[in-house]
């Protein structure tokens, strides 16, 4: 994993977490300093997706900078209550509140995060039609809409920020994507991908029962490559690993016994979260708070 070199930016903290790949040269070190530290800052997806997968293969995530990783988060967490990437700066949007919201639950430590200004956040991002964008104004998406229930969802405040109605109209938005995969928009082809981000979000709504599993099954497997395998966004489309990851999930969200059941909130294995809800009883929360 490419730990990045926490960043000291002033105050009293420094700023760490992964990044995607370690093609700045900078070595993991945490007794070196330099100038060209600030070029090889950590992002919160990339965080995210690097605790999952040391979760995923049994680390006990012992090795992890901990407390430089909940800084990075605090510091990327902006007024309106959304989350940078970066602590140098980047968009904000949904994408980064979810990553935040798992690295959070992932380590077991809420303090980083006003839990208030998140849910505030994702409630001014509910349009009119009850779907939700990246952004208040924004229109309704699959993955902006799977990412704010999950946050929602992995916080405990999904019922306390959406109101029945809400929540009754946002099931009936996510079924209506249904066509025979699931399309992440109004008017929009379907895309192996939603079947995931959807159903995943029509699960955490506890209306899973209400998507049709045979067209949904059929339209993912459809997508499948007969010479390389993988799974593809469309069917007579060249493979590829997002897809078929979400594929793979959206099927095991569907009830084939020949994969691991899959939670929802954090897009990982059942058995994974065992894991680390096990390391949650083994080390004490706050333990290593800033």
């Known amino acids: 994993m490419f730990m990045a070199l926490p960043i000291f930016l002033g105050g009293s903290s420094d700023v760490g977490g992964f990044r995607g790949a370690s093609f700045l040269g900078m070595p993991f070190d945490l007794t070196k300093r330099s100038a060209g530290v600030c070029n090889d800052c950590s992002h919160v997806a990339m965080t995210y997706t690097a605790l999952a997968t040391l979760l995923i293969l049994g680390d006990d995530l ?16 902006l007024a309106d209550g959304s989350f940078a990437a970066t602590a140098l700066g980047s968009e904000s949007d949904m994408r980064f509140v979810y990553c935040a919201c798992c690295v959070c639950y992932m380590l077991n430590d809420w303090s980083p995060i006003d839990q208030d200004r998140v849910a505030q956040f994702i409630l001014k991002c509910q349009n009119y039609d009850y779907g939700i964008g990246q952004r ?68 955490l709504l506890e209306c899973a029962s209400w ?3 045979l067209w949904n099954t059929s339209f993912i497997l459809s997508t499948q490559s007969k010479h390389v395998g993988g799974f593809a966004k469309w069917p007579d489309t060249h493979p590829d690993p997002l897809h078929t990851y979400l594929g793979l999930s959206a099927l095991s969200l569907s009830g084939d016994l020949e994969l691991h059941p899959v939670h929802a909130a954090l897009n990982v294995s059942q058995r994974t979260v065992q894991w680390l809800h096990h390391l949650h009883t083994t080390t004490p929360p706050h333990s290593h708070s800033m």
């Open 62 to 77: 012992s090795r992890v900078d901990k407390r430089s990783v909940l800084q990075g988060i605090k510091k990327l967490q």
């Open 136 to 203: 208040p104004y924004l229109e309704a998406h699959g993955g902006s809409t799977f990412c704010a229930l999950a946050s929602l969802v992995l916080m405990g405040r999904l019922h306390t920020t959406f109101s029945p109605a809400r929540v009754e109209g946002l099931k009936l938005w996510c079924i209506r994507r249904q066509q025979t995969g699931f399309q992440g928009r109004p008017n929009k082809p379907t895309d192996t991908c939603y079947s995931f981000w959807i159903g995943a979000t029509l699960h």
């Open 211 to 213: 998507v049709d599993k």
